[in-house]
Every structure is written in structure tokens, then in C-alpha cells.
């Protein structure tokens, strides 16, 4: 058990009032959580200030109580050492890192960043690692796994608080595994969250970057730069690293405009390694056949050359193999074993997942809620389709505003009828969040009734869908993918978007057997 000063040693404190020799036996961010002879971190958050519930936790045994130098004055607490810090949501992670006694220097670590693909090749790379003899853990956003355990993830967060990441990453070295691969958001990454401190990333990938997450980062250059800090990452001294000496290494995609910036972060020491379709990259790939069930690619790479089998339909996910396969190459498998196990790869639940019954017209259930998301899932598709595309999708409550009449006007260019509905409408107005997004419908010249519905009820908005489809039609549902409820301002509904579509088409006479 870890004494006070030993989790404080990298972290900014500014008074401490009580005993820093107190042994701690839990560490919590939420006070319901406290153990007897815990820490608890007091975090001021948008909706709740942790603060607030000092006394909960001191009445639960808390031996020790940080607060932030911000919101929160120092007073001596009767058998409970204060601590003041700077920032207690950026000390959370050195404290949670400390905590667990830092497990990811018992680990390969794989930090993944870029606006759309996280989830898909963070589970690609996972799928990839474990087939070529690694045993891999996975953190995503849309499950955690421990070697061949797997579990969904109802967090709602892509990239956990930094105490969960830390006791993810230590029930991954206590179960045999020698790598992690973890989503890296723009959130977790930015310096005013910091949850992925103390991760000591061995290899960092850059995806894409398109507008998205604004509202929290307030430019477009303020999220690249938090993006960037997992390629500065690469640098971060581990503490008692057991690892080896092996150098990080810092892979880009060449075929986005700012993979520089991300390479650029990275530590000098650092071995670059770039992919692409379009560009010039080291390891190249040339599409040979592609379609809705999935692609030929010749590869071409520093390893030698060979035929890329991928069961992922479009472009995008073809960048995404490539960033996986390079992933695995910089990890010492043989190209021909890579390439072998890239063949039996299948996209995690919410990505572009098909709903069949033995419906005439398809289905696809997709996570896609941005505008750079629905150019990139509606322009791979509209070719492929032979009769009219209709989309279901809304947009989030609470969040990037600036992209809603975006979306309606990306989905109205490429489709024939939107059924506008709720996404996770969180306290805002439902009704007014689906007008916004009509604004960019009508702009792309769809008229209401007819272009476009506006149904807020998502699971009658997604019936309406599905029984206006025809033959050769495809349906989109959009936006809620892997995710397990709709969220109102005080409550939310149980969702599963896959599920509520079979059941909608059973309803409507589809009765392909169950098997």
C-alpha cells in the first residue's frame, strides 16, 4: 500500500495540511466510491462539483481529501489530510497512475487519434496483434477487453477517467497481456483533462482530422494541438520501466493534410512511419477491387509487398487497415503473417453493421455524427446503391451546435428522405435541435414532408424508414451505433439500434430464420 507522498511525487501541490506518511487504500473521484483509508479527488465538474461531497467521502473513511486551488480553500479536515493542488482534475492521472503502480511499463502501449476510424482500428489492431501471437487489451469506445475477455463499454466516454484507464491497464498485466491498444480522444488527450498521463505510449497513430468536438476545444487549431500531444506523449519519462529500450514509434496518415503537425510532435528518437491510398507513403496501398462487402488492395511497404484482403466495405476503412497493418509491422510481424490475419478482421458492434432479414433493400446500422462522418460513410455508398438512400439520424444534445445544419445538408445532398429524430437530446429542446438540422435539409433543397420528416421519437422514426423502403433502397441509421440508451434531460431509455431494427422488421413480415 502506497504512502500520501509516494502518489503526490508528480504531482503540482500547493498546501498540505496533515500527514503525508498515511498509508492509502483506494483512490476515487466520485465520493460513493471512497473505500475506509482512501483518497478522494475533488473535481469541480459541468454538472456536479466534487467539492461539494467532501463530507460523503469523509464520512465513508476517505484518509485523505485533494482539492483544487481554484474552487476550493484549504481548512484542516479532523483525521483526514488536505492537499491542495493547481488543477485536481490533471492530478487525477498521475495520482491513479501511481496508484496502480504504473502498469503501463509492463506493457506495449498503443495510443490511437483522429476525428473518425478510432474505434474501428483501435479493435482492428487489437484483432490483428492477438492473431500474430501478441495478447492484447483493448480500451475503445465501444468495448474493453482483457485478452479473450470482452465486455461492452457503457461509460459513455471513448477514453475513461484516468483511474479506470489505470485499472484497465493493471487487470491487463495481471492477466497476462503484453500490449494495449487504447482510443486516444482529443478530450482525454487535452491538458485541462490529462486522463492519459502516466499511459507511457510506445506507439502513436494519427487517423484524419475534420471539424468536430468545437464545442469544448473552441478552434479548429486548439483540437489538432490536443490531438497532437499523444505523438509529444511518445517522450513521457516512465517511471521504473520494465520494458526494454526499444524507440517509440509515431505513424500518420499520409493522406491527411495534417499529419505533419503530428509528426512534428513527436520525440526525435521516434521511429515515422506513414500510410496512405492517395499519397506517396511508405506503406502504400492501391485499391484492386472494392464494393459493399469489401476490398482487394495491393500493399506496397518497407517490409516487401503482398495482396490485402479486407471484409470492410469503402475507402475509409481501407486507411484504417492500413493504419492497423502498420501498427503490426512496426511491432516485428512478418508482412505475409500480417496480412493473413488482416483477412479474418471483422468492424466492432455500431460500424457499419447490416441488419438482414431477407428485406429487398439494406440496412446499416453506423456510429456516423459529424459532418465529416456523414461525407465520408454517404459518398463511399451513394455508388453502390440502386435505389434511394434514406437516412434516420439526429444530433446530440448539449454539444456542437455549428454541425447540425451540416448534417442536414450533407444527408440531403446524397439522399432521397432524412427522418430527422433524436440522437441524445440531454436537456435542450428536442423539437428545436431537429429544426436546426432541417435548416441544412432545406438548404440542400429538400421540402418538408416530403424530402425530409421530423419524427423525435427515434423508434418510431426508424419503423417510418424501414416501411417507406423499396427494393434496392438503402436505409442508413445513423448516430447511436454500439451505444446503449437515449439521453433526456432526467432520464434515459435502454437502445440498441441493431436490435430495434430487426424487431421493426419482423414486425413488418420479414421472418428470415433466427439462426
Known sequence: MKTLRELLAHVAVVQIIGSLDTPIAGLAYDSRQ???????????GHHVDGHAYIAQALARGARAIVVDARHQSA???????????????????PLA?????YPATRLRTIGITGTKGKSTTTD????????????TGLIST???????????????????????????LTEMVANGCDTAVIEATSHALS???????????DVAVFLNLSHEHLDYHGTFEQYRADKTRLFAMLDEPAVGATQGTSLPWAIANADDPHHHFFLEEAPAKAHQLTYGILKAAEVKGTIVRSGPTGSLVHVATPWGEGELSLRLPGTFNISNALAALSVTLSQEVPLERALAALATTHAPRGRMEPVERGQPFDVIVDYAHSPGSFEQVMGMLRPLVTGRMIAVFGSAGERDI??????????????ELLILTDEDPRGED????????????????????????????????LRTALAKACPGDLVLLLGKGHEGSIIYADHAIPWDEAAEAQQALRELGYRLSEA
Open 34 to 44: 471512497v473505500v475506509p483509508g482512501g483518497l478522494f479527488v475533488a473535481i469541480a
Open 75 to 93: 481548512h484542516a479536515l479532523e483525521g483526514a489530510t488536505l492537499i491542495k493542488v493547481i488543477d485536481s482534475r490533471v492530478a487525477l492521472a
Open 97 to 101: 497512475a501511481a496508484f496502480y503502480d
Open 124 to 135: 482492428l489492431v487489437s484483432q490483428l496483434l492477438d492473431a500474430c501471437g501478441k495478447t
Open 142 to 168: 465501444v468495448d474493453f477487453k482483457i485478452g479473450n475477455r470482452r465486455w461492452a463499454n457503457t461509460t459513455r466516454q471513448s477514453t475513461p477517467e484516468a483511474p479506470d484507464v489505470q485499472a484497465l
Open 191 to 201: 491538458a485541462s483533462w490529462n486522463r492519459l498521463n502516466g499511459c507511457y505510449f
Open 402 to 415: 455549428a454541425k447540425r445544419s451540416l448534417q442536414g445538408a450533407i444527408a440531403g445532398r446524397y439522399c
Open 430 to 461: 428536442r423539437e428545436a435541435i431537429i429544426e436546426q438540422i432541417a435548416t441544412g435539409a432545406r438548404q440542400a433543397g429538400l421540402r418538408p414532408n416530403e424530402g425530409y420528416l421530423c419524427i423525435p421519437d427515434r423508434a418510431q422514426a
